[in-house]
Structures are given as structure tokens and as C-alpha cells.
């Protein structure tokens, strides 16, 4: 049985539809125990039936404005940290929340920590792409604005890890964002990251590739350093929100001729929305740690909670962090090559 | 009159498109006289009459694919390379071509050099905002992908004249994109421009802001790294893009139920594309170079041609280049400054 412990009152619809999105996958999902941490009287009352959940209660709440490391450290009551903790004694195998993303990171990374060998955990998120229904999975999305070359060769691994066990695509592409696709684009690091990429033959790297073609299906993951992946991620994310908000705007105030034309175009629209929608790939997970931190946006609502305990469960069932922990623990001394590299 | 230096030959519908662009902008604006550089029996028999136009044979093209500081060094007789030697002499007041994006960045730096003050030009390019018509600047979109605190600090400062001058903006807001909007968030070097921007009383200084929100207008200027910045327009593109492709895709697959909603949409499809359309803005202009150098996309036809040639016309019209020159040479301590704290 895997167990999953969820910081039930984390974002802004908990602990509401955090109850019902659990609810929603325990009765999709045989093999999953769900430990839900928060306000036990709320969710008890939210609850249907305690099928496979348990609700531990937890006295404290860390806010989405919290300033997340001292959070972290003062509120050891809150459900956000008593779930990370239960994943550090061994009591559930993956910590998920919909709360304040900076204290998510700091609690997986001080809480759970990281595997041996990796030296910065990175965030990654799985979007679409037109043609295929794997999508492409950007890492790192903003755990590590400062990354050096190290951190950005380690993702590309932890990306294809990724890649293979848990979306099942096989020999998966890997592509460094940079200005342009030729080998000695961009600034200096990224001319090494280029380089320390090329040269590692257990990864299918395809080269620099231009962040216009990832919906395209350019690559399957897209690895990054933290600031300009965030950059990437809100831009794509901003770009299909502002278009869709400029269709929906032109169609209400088009008059009845374009009401009636989105009645009849209801079905494609319906399949881009869904197209478009990247809750189905689940949520956000720090890769790199000890066992999987994930984290869904603060506005989630239940069949985002549905789709994430999904994610987790595929995560924990491929052995994704065994797998990572077997490279990394096999491979010092090519890490060690790079930071020497670096210097 | 204002001289525009034109390299007919850049670009994939040159000099076709080029000549059918220049001979739209002639018949508009009056006090335009436009220098073709190229291939002058082609262009000749392109032409429907020459009033203002002339046309000046060049026997060399530089390639799309030609490496750009060579092609520049070598190529003396190229039509970019005349067009660009023209503003040099003091011949022409602009410089603009579709070609090589690099031959024309190197040509601008080498031939037409800065303006005293700035240490490293920026690209910039207008893009559209959902509920304003004067978009927003970003920059720089790549020029210079290693940008110190005094870059950025320079582009804030062009891009606040070009907002004013140009667009006409009346004291535009100027941000700062970063991973967040708290004034500490960023790496290292996004927090020292954050520090630096704050302290500078001649711009409307916003502090940070995300990509996620460009779109939609929360800010007039845009300013960022080089490798950032072609990182964000480069998504903005590409997301825009496939949504357009999937809304297309849609449509031709759907059958007669969507073809007709298709129909009767047409005037809300239309002034998307028309809302998206960037190419309304002009081309992406290096500034902060003794005269304006403007390049618009390889692929650009007459109509982005004709846009282009109005912006030109506005940027000398303004006299940006003169307001920018005027402050550079009157803060010269406040530059030195910026390079000190850097170190």
C-alpha cells in the first residue's frame, strides 16, 4: 500500500477541495493510503466515508504570504510540516501540498532532503505539447535561479528519469533552452552546460532548442537553469490564458452571430481547453529528494487533487527515486569531473 | 527629408516584399526618401515608379546562415553592409533590413556605433497587450546575453525613451521581470539590478514582475538580460502560435457544424489575429546606437515592411537618439557608479 501525506489545508480552496479531489482518486485508486494533516474536525465533516484516509490533526497553518524558511522552522505544528515529516520518519512515501510553494521547497529539501549525490533538487512541470499526449517536462521551473552548469547537467538526468519511468516515453529527448540551436549559442554557461550535456552518453541529448518550439513537441524534457525556466513557464502560462480570456471576451461581446458560432465550434474549443490544460499531467515535484515532494497551484480544485495523486502514485509504482538513487551513487566521480570543470 | 538606408536584399521574400513594402510606406508618408542597396536590375524592374526611392546596386548578399562577424568583414559589398555604411556616412538616418538577425546586429555595433554612455546596445520589440494599443517593450530580446547591472540599468533608460518618444506613452511604467514580485526575489545578479533600478528617480520604476503577466499589461517596458528575454518572447511566440495552429487544426477537422462556427466568428477570430499581431509595432530596433537600427523577421512581407517604415519615420521624428544622447552625457557618474557596485 502506498501512503500519501497531503497537506489538507494548503492553497486557497482548503481544506474543501483537497477532501473531495482525495476522495475522488481512493475511488479510482486500490493501492493508495491517504494521511491527510490539518484541521481534523473540518475535514472529518468534509469527509464521505474514511476508506484508506486517515486525518491527523494538525494545529497550525503556514500562509501562502509566509516567508517560507522561517515558516518552516516556527510553525512545526502546521499540517504542511507534519506531513513532510511523516514522509522523513518513514510513515508515508511521497508529501504532497497546494500551499505556499516557497515552504514546500524548503520543507522537502530540510525536511526530506535530498538523494546522496545531487547537490540541488530541481522543479519540474509537465505541459503540453499539440501532436502528442506526453507533453514536454521543464526542469528546473524555479527551485534554483542560480544554477551552475552541475545543477543543469543533474536535471537533464533527473528529467529523463522522468521522462522514462513515469511518463513511459522511451529514450526520451533531451534539449538545454538557449537563444538559438547551434552548439556555441548563448552566454558562457550555457556554452558549458552545452558542452558537460554532450558528453554524457546516458542521455539522448538533442542539443540547444529555442523555447518557440515546446508546444510544438521540439523535445520531450527541457532542462534550464531555475530563472530562466521559471521565465519560461509563466510566459507559456500567461500567453494561452491571455488568448483564451481574448476568445471568451470576443464571443460575449460578439452579439448572437458569434454566440452561435461558439455553440458550434463548442467541441473544438472544449478539446483545446482540455489540450491546453496541464493539471492533467498532475502537479509540480521537486525532483531529487528522497522520496517525491509534489506541489499543485494554491487555486487547485479537486479534480487537480484527483490528477496529482495520480501523478504520485506513478511516481512511487515506477521506482523513480530508486532508479536516481542507483546512477547518482554510481556516478561521483562524473559529477565530480564537472564541478571541476566549472571552476 | 528622412534618408532611409534599406538592404532590399535581406530576408526569404527579398527583394520582392522589400520593394512592395517601401513603395506602400512611399505612397502614405511624405517626407520619406528611402535607399534601396541590392541587386538594382531586379529591384528596377520590381518598382512601379521611383519618386523618392533610390536605388543603389550592391553585388553582394549576405546569407541567412553566414556567420555574422565575418560575413560583415568580408562582405563589404554587401547590401547590408552598404545600407548600414550609408547611416555611417552620414547619408542616411536609419538602417533596416529583414536579413541576418546577427550581421545586423554586428553591422549596427561596428559600423554605426554607440552612443557615448552606453556600454552595450539592447534589442527591443513591441509586443501586444489585451486591453491597450500600445503594447509592451521588451528588452533586450538577445542581444547581449551576458548582461551586467549597467546593462539593464541602460536598457530601463532606453526603453523609458522609446516608450515616451516613440509610443508616445506618457511616463511609462518600467519592470523588471523576475521570479516573483517581492523586491528580494531573484538570483544574485536580479537582485543587484533590482537595487540599482530603485534608486534611479528619472524612470517610473514598477520593481519586479513575472512574465506570466506581460499580456496583460502590467507594465509599459519590460527590461531583462539578453538570454531572458529572447527566452520569454521566444515562449510568447511559440505559445501564440500553436494556439492559432490548434484553433485552425480545429476548425478544418471539425466538420460543417465547426466550419460554420468558424463562419460566423470570423470578425472575433479576425481581431485576435489582429490583437496578436505584432507586427503592427514595427520591427525589433537595436538601441542605443548613433542611429536607428531596425531589423523585422526573414520571413516578412510588405505590409510588416510598410509598419516598420512608419516606426522608423517616429523614432527620428521623436528624436529619440538626440534625448538619449542628451542624458547619457549628462550622468555619466551615475554609470560609473552602477560599474562600481557591481565589482
Redesign the interface.
Known amino acids: 500500500m502506498i501512503k500519501i501525506a497531503i497537506d489538507a489545508m494548503g492553497g486557497d480552496n482548503a481544506p474543501k477541495e483537497i477532501v473531495k479531489g482525495v476522495e475522488l482518486a481512493r475511488n479510482e485508486i486500490d493501492n493508495v493510503e491517504f494521511q491527510l494533516f490539518g484541521d481534523s474536525t473540518q475535514i472529518n465533516s468534509l469527509l464521505s466515508n474514511k476508506k484508506r484516509i486517515k486525518v491527523i490533526q494538525s494545529d497550525e497553518v503556514i500562509k501562502m504570504e509566509d516567508e517560507p524558511v522561517r515558516a518552516v522552522k516556527d510553525k512545526k505544528n502546521s499540517s504542511l510540516v507534519m506531513a513532510a515529516r511523516a514522509v522523513k520518519d518513514g510513515s508515508a512515501d511521497a508529501f504532497y501540498s497546494c500551499g505556499n510553494t516557497g515552504a514546500i521547497l524548503v520543507a522537502g529539501l530540510l525536511i526530506i532532503g535530498r538523494i546522496k549525490g545531487i547537490d540541488r533538487p530541481g522543479l519540474i512541470t509537465t505541459l503540453p505539447v499539440?501532436n502528442n499526449d506526453t507533453g514536454f517536462t521543464l526542469i528546473d521551473c524555479?527551485a534554483n535561479?542560480?544554477a551552475k552548469v552541475v545543477n543543469v547537467y543533474q536535471y537533464a538526468l533527473l528529467g529523463k528519469y522522468y521522462a522514462e519511468k513515469v511518463l513511459k516515453i522511451n529514450n526520451p529527448r533531451i534539449g538545454l533552452?538557449n537563444?538559438g540551436t547551434e552548439s556555441d549559442k548563448?552566454?558562457?554557461i550555457?556554452q558549458k552546460m552545452y558542452q558537460a550535456l554532450s558528453q554524457n552518453d546516458d542521455i539522448n541529448f538533442i542539443g540547444n532548442i529555442?523555447?518557440?518550439?515546446?508546444?510544438?513537441g521540439i523535445t520531450d524534457v527541457a532542462v534550464?537553469d531555475?530563472?530562466?525556466g521559471?521565465?519560461?513557464l509563466?510566459?507559456?502560462?500567461?500567453?494561452?490564458?491571455?488568448?483564451i480570456?481574448?476568445?471568451k471576451d470576443?464571443?460575449i461581446n460578439?452579439g448572437f452571430?458569434?454566440k452561435?458560432?461558439?455553440?458550434?465550434?463548442?467541441?473544438?474549443?472544449k478539446?483545446?481547453a482540455h489540450?491546453?490544460d496541464y493539471t492533467k499531467y498532475g502537479g509540480a515535484v521537486l525532483l531529487g529528494l528522497r522520496a517525491p515532494v509534489v506541489k499543485s497551484h494554491g487555486s487547485s480544485k479537486a479534480k487537480t487533487v484527483r490528477n496529482t495523486v495520480v501523478q504520485i502514485e506513478q511516481i512511487i509504482t515506477s521506482n523513480f527515486v530508486g532508479s536516481v538513487k542507483n546512477y547518482f551513487s554510481n556516478h561521483t566521480d562524473e559529477m565530480d569531473d564537472i564541478k571541476k570543470g566549472e571552476q
Not at 509563466?234 to 488568448?243: D, V
Request: a positive charge; zero cysteines.
Open positions: 499539440i524555479g535561479a542560480d533552452i537563444n548563448g552566454n558562457k550555457h529555442e523555447s518557440r518550439g515546446l508546444l510544438d534550464t531555475g530563472f530562466t521559471n521565465a519560461v509563466k510566459s507559456i502560462e500567461g500567453t494561452a490564458l491571455s488568448m480570456n481574448m476568445l470576443g464571443i460578439g452571430g458569434s452561435m458560432g461558439a455553440l458550434l465550434l463548442k467541441d473544438t474549443l478539446k483545446i489540450k491546453m
